[in-house]
Nanobody, 124 residues
Framework: QVQLVESGGGLVQAGGSLRLSCAAS????????MGWFRQAPGKEREFVAV????????YYADSVKGRFTLSRDNAKNTVYLQMNSLKPEDTAVYYC?????????????????WGQGTQVTVSS
């Protein structure tokens, strides 16, 4: 079992920044793929970004490319999503997810473990 806990959400003005954290526990996640997804009210959960825990491969949704950046801290077993130049359309609950895999997956259905989510609200 892997437990994931997100933090770092909040209310920010358009153009601002937030850094989301996803702390993993329960098992070593070095062989996992870590994904970030978001879900706005009335919409389906959508892919945001994904990386291998090793960090050598990362992929971003077109809507966030150039604004969001993935990183990780091995010592803290934590993955980060740095979000810059935030827009009102980025408003959503953000979730991190994990899957034992080396393949970067974009579909939320294939992920095995999920965090509880953290709310990000961007005001105009």
């Amino acid at each position: 079992q892997v437990q994931l806990v997100e933090s770092g959400g909040g209310l920010v003005q358009a153009g601002g920044s937030l850094r989301l954290s996803c702390a993993a526990s329960g098992r070593t996640v070095s062989s996992y793929v870590m994904g970030w997804f978001r879900q706005a009210p009335g919409k389906e959960r959508e892919f945001v970004a994904v990386m291998r825990w090793s960090g050598e491969r990362k992929y971003y949704a077109d809507s966030v490319k150039g604004r969001f950046t993935l990183s990780r801290d091995n010592a803290k077993n934590t993955v980060y999503l740095q979000m810059n130049s935030l827009k009102p359309e980025d408003t959503a609950v953000y979730y991190c997810a994990a899957r034992l895999s080396t393949v970067l997956h974009f579909s939320p259905q294939v992920y095995d473990y999920w965090g509880q989510g953290t709310q990000v609200t961007v005001s105009s």
